[in-house]
């Protein structure tokens, strides 16, 4: 007998789960639309090659690859990776981007603003918050290097926080660029940049010294280290970054922004500004982005500049479960608005008519699979939380009525066929 | 330079193409919930061993396995598949449900239906109109083996294509147990009945000739044959199943069903009534489906019976893009209502602030990135067909007023700002 778990790092939702998720991505959906951003989707999988070599060493150990198939599988000779495996899951939704804008750049807007709302897999160690299959929630816009870019994006991420509920977000922004010059000014070998940026990108986890300590291991001697970690603790003192000034100008007053100097993210295609949004409760970010004009011309002729943000979906929905942030229609849904009983053989098909009756008044109905004892029904009908029940026996049927119970207040009523559809209607609202 | 191509077999959803399948996936969904489906959703892979068996051998072939990772994956002592792979994408929707059930049978409703439109992936030769990733949109009833399960499934099929435009779709049902009968009846020895299956499953693509061709090549006798074909060619001389009458006269009148003995399935999981969709101008099916009363229990302790529908979302959107049953809103779809022009950098805040006021009145609103000639402005916003306009000059500014530029009839106003919203919305629903 087959184990019935998912598989590792991967989950099952069940239609509890699905509402939230949907509610939550129903509003992201809505603010990007209005926002000008229009649905990209690309498929699970990219060819091996698309992918490899865009995220860093640990990009590619991450990555779920796909066998191959047929005779191009050809296990006795193959002795790496690349001789068994063609193909790879999505690991995240910028490089396929990327590779959509390259491939389509003549059907596509001068400035192309597109959202993407699709799962990635990373085959990582699975914790608390962190799953095998994720979703994320993406906005970019192609073709310009203008902040106003960066400015619509964080608005745009601002508003959905808002519209979710969130009042205690915080944007922290910095500059790629900027970091650069952090890394000069500091007197830390031009080689070693990149060596800088990813101990620094560790702050949060392992603290100031954490990061000296790594600083150190990687060759950077401490008098540079100490000169650049002061740089990144304060702002007044690194490095100006005007780009990032005249994004902060921009952005509308009532959105938190905090100038962070010791903000570098950990992706390696980030040209310029790059974002992410945190709240207190929650160790990482709800979101993250930033500007990367380099990327696009990996897979074209041409280089195109291109900024983006991605939501995580999977952290939304833990800090809204934990605070209780969703709406009552959400959190406690139900599979139905009314059950229609089944009396028995002959009166079923009437039974059908008065739940065809219901649907086409705009209620969600669900009927009683079998004849049975209208106790059984009535039981089930409770353990699905469904509002109400209607029953339909051969009395009520030559009288043209149905009986409706109201399965809160246990009231119940004969009415007309004619009128059950608005008398539920009624009752639900009035009481929602 | 890494090609830009998709994976074979998959393909990109530019924006025109995303609102063509959400707005199928919205008239599924909603009708799935009006019959008090619940949405579910699983994992893109599973264990390896969760799939194997399954799906008969061709299922096996088809299927998308994941190479094992770290130190599991040891290329040089692996001799067969099993050795290399562990997981493999989903191949249906069926399957995996199954497996859920049997996980959750007592957090879940005796009765549980639930509705999961997510995509599944083959690795078979791709065609026109064949994918190797593509939409399932399921519906299943676990629990009752009543049936008025099947009825409800096939009624709400029928609202579906009610609701997308279809008039010409035919039901055609048959039972798995009847074939049996068939088989039994033709004289065809018990132990060839899954060969004669096989055979009349082709019906469609190979004529009377190819099926008698085969069931001879799989050692039944020519007379036996003749037999088997001849029920399966004519409903009245066929065995009756009461099961299948009861389900056709409890189906509404107006939905067009046809008792078709030759109706066989491929996948072998079936144990009862079985159903497919056809419209006379696409070859193969819209929707199939079928009982299976025996796959849950190949997960769990229990059998618990189970019946469901599928609709192919791909063929669907072939035939109605070939029939150009889009409504309107979704054929010619636009980004944006609205572009609101950047006239230059010290009115560039302002700009952002009449984007936000419109966003408020409900409108999607794009914002042009940069500070350009106002021709250029004009031609990429005729470029990506916004309908709209809005011009805010240092004037307009001082005014308070802004220009609105309806791009479909070249008219051209001045508007009050605090009225520009409304203005916009009711010439768009005068347009629609």
Redesign the interface.
Known sequence: ???????RG??????A???K??YVIGIIKEVY???????????????L??L?GKYGEEGG?LM????K??EK?D??S????A???D?A?RYDLTVPLA??I???RN?????F??YQIQ?V?R?DRPARGRYR?FYQCDAD?I??S?E??E??LI?AAAKIFDRLGFKDYVFRVNDRRRLSEMVTAASIDAALESDAMVALDKLDKVGKGGVLKELAERGITSDAAERFLAFALDADSAPRSESLSKIID?L?MDIAVKDDPSLARGLSYYTGMIVEVNVPDLPGSLAGGGRYDGLIG???KEQIPACGISLGLERILVVMDERGMFPPEIADST??DV?VT?WNEET??ES?RLA?EL?ASG????????ADKLGKQMK?AD??KVPFVCVLGESEIEAGTATLKNMRTGGQTAAERGKIGQLIKEELSANS
Chains 1, 2 share one sequence.
């Open positions: 007998m087959a184990s019935t778990n998912p598989a991967t989950r099952d939702f069940l239609p789960d699905v509402r998720r949907e639309e209005s926002y000008g951003f229009e649905p990209l989707e690309t498929p699970a999988f990219e060819n090659e698309t490899t150990q779920f690859k796909i066998l198939r047929g599988l296990i006795s193959a002795s790496k990776v001789d068994l495996a193909l899951l590779r959509v390259a491939d389509n059907e596509l807007p001068k400035f603003k597109r799962p897999w085959a299959e816009q073709g310009s203008s106003l870019v400015v619509e608005t921009l509308p990996m897979f074209g599979p139905a059950l089944i079923t098909p059908l065809a649907r209620l969600r109905v669900t009927v009683y699979p079998e089930y353990s699905i």
